[in-house]
C-alpha cells in the first residue's frame, strides 16, 4: 500500500487556472453515478425510495468516496 505523495495533493494547471484534484474525481465519479441513476430507474428501484433527491445525493458521495479512497484513480 502506497501513501499520498505530495505530487498527488498538488493543484492542477488546465488553460492558467488551478484546480483542486478533487475536482477531476468529480468528473470521473459523475460517470457511474448516471448509470446506477439509469439503472435503478429502469429496474423500479425509486419506487422503495422515500427522497429520491437525497437518496441521489449519497449514492453520489458513497461513488466519489469509493473512488478517491480505493487509490483506482492514481492518475488523476
Not at 488553460?15 to 483542486?20: C, N
Not at 429496474?43 to 422503495?48: D, E, L, R, S
Amino acid at each position: 500500500m502506497t501513501s499520498l505523495g505530495i505530487d498527488s495533493l498538488r493543484p492542477l494547471d488546465l488553460f492558467g487556472f488551478y484546480l483542486p484534484p478533487l475536482v477531476l474525481w468529480v468528473v470521473v465519479a459523475f460517470v457511474p453515478f448516471i448509470l446506477l441513476r439509469w439503472g435503478l430507474d429502469r429496474i423500479g428501484a425509486y419506487a422503495f425510495i422515500w427522497h429520491r433527491p437525497l437518496f441521489d445525493a449519497a449514492l453520489f458521495v458513497v461513488i466519489l468516496g469509493g473512488l478517491v479512497f480505493s487509490g483506482g484513480t492514481r492518475w488523476l
